[in-house]
């Protein structure tokens, strides 16, 4: 069974893909920050990615939303040029699969079993391989799309631990964006710490943690593909300024 339905009606919202790809640039480089600009910042997690071919971890993964809170984790692996494959598992059940994203390069897939169901979207070519959807293909465009900063908090003291805000430019009619994201990263190693992102309108912030990260992976072929089991309703997103046009 397969009918067409609009972004509304998706189970895991595609900011987590968003934001994994986001996060996942953020590896190891032997360099030590001290005094540096959000810019210089970013630079340095630009040149670590371009040296980066693959990575596999586990994860975590918190979302609140309108008060409600929900923490699922998981495995997963990426591969260049935005191959992605992600399994979720609850935190209360970790045996029990709740549900697979995979980007196989020209499509993206989640199969959600409780549910019997499979959402997939297609990717142009040029999407499927940016590491965020409009910064364009390996960062090259992010200083130009997005507006750069350093914040401190109580955990982020602009030495040790930075934390670099990437917050959307605003659009042409100065409208300013409506979502906000955030990565704690240690100075020494550039290694991750923790990774927010926040939908202003919507009072949703989602937060992901990386643990046992491995840019040695070699993942397997098959990793990266995904054929719906027999049986399962499948449902067709589509992006309805690409469907009008």
Same mark, same amino acid.
């Given at each position: 069974?397969?009918?067409?339905?609009?972004?509304?009606?998706?189970?895991?919202?595609?900011?987590?893909?968003?934001?994994?790809?986001?996060?996942?640039?953020?590896?190891?480089?032997?360099?030590?920050?001290?005094?540096?600009?959000?810019?210089?910042?970013?630079?340095?997690?630009?040149?670590?990615?371009?040296?980066?071919?693959?990575?596999?971890?586990?994860?975590?993964?918190?979302?609140?939303?309108?008060?409600?809170?929900?923490?699922?984790?998981?495995?997963?692996?990426?591969?260049?040029?935005?191959?992605?494959?992600?399994?979720?598992?609850?935190?209360?059940?970790?045996? &029990? %699969?709740?549900?697979?994203? /995979?980007?196989?390069? !020209?499509?993206?897939?989640?199969?959600?079993?409780? =549910?019997? +169901?499979?959402?997939?979207?297609?990717?142009?070519?040029?999407?499927?391989?940016? &590491? %965020?959807?409009?910064?364009? /293909?390996?960062?090259? !465009?992010?200083?130009?799309?997005?507006?750069?900063? =350093?914040? +401190?908090?109580?955990?982020?003291?602009?030495?040790?631990?930075?934390?670099?805000?990437?917050?959307?430019?605003?659009?042409?009619?100065?409208?300013?964006?409506?979502?906000?994201?955030?990565?704690?990263?240690?100075?020494?190693?550039?290694?991750?710490?923790?990774?927010?992102?926040?939908?202003?309108?919507?009072?949703?912030?989602?937060?992901?943690?990386?643990?046992?990260?491995?840019?040695?992976?070699?993942?397997?072929?098959?990793?990266?593909?995904?054929?719906?089991?027999?049986?399962?309703?499948?449902?067709?997103?589509?992006?309805?300024?690409?469907?009008?046009?």
């Amino acid at each position: 069974m397969t009918r067409a339905l609009s972004p509304a009606r998706v189970v895991r919202p595609a900011v987590a893909v968003w934001a994994f790809f986001a996060l996942l640039a953020f590896s190891v480089t032997s360099a030590f920050a001290a005094e540096l600009t959000a810019l210089q910042v970013f630079e340095h997690v630009r040149s670590t990615y371009a040296a980066m071919e693959a990575m596999s971890a586990k994860f975590e993964e918190e979302t609140i939303m309108d008060g409600q809170h929900r923490v699922a984790q998981g495995l997963l692996q990426f591969k260049k040029p935005g191959l992605l494959r992600q399994e979720y598992f609850g935190k209360d059940e970790p045996d &029990i %699969l709740q549900q697979v994203i /995979v980007l196989d390069g !020209k499509m993206s897939w989640a199969y959600t079993p409780w =549910l019997n +169901q499979v959402t997939r979207k297609a990717m142009s070519t040029e999407r499927a391989q940016e &590491i %965020l959807p409009g910064g364009g /293909v390996n960062f090259e !465009k992010i200083p130009d799309n997005f507006d750069l900063a =350093l914040k +401190q908090d109580e955990v982020a003291d602009g030495k040790e631990i930075y934390l670099l805000e990437m917050r959307p430019k605003p659009d042409a009619d100065g409208t300013p964006a409506d979502e906000l994201l955030e990565v704690w990263v240690r100075a020494e190693g550039w290694m991750p710490l923790q990774f927010a992102y926040s939908h202003i309108p919507n009072r949703m912030t989602t937060v992901i943690r990386l643990e046992e990260v491995d840019f040695e992976a070699e993942p397997g072929a098959d990793a990266f593909t995904f054929t719906p089991p027999v049986g399962v309703e499948i449902i067709t997103i589509t992006d309805r300024h690409e469907s009008d046009g």
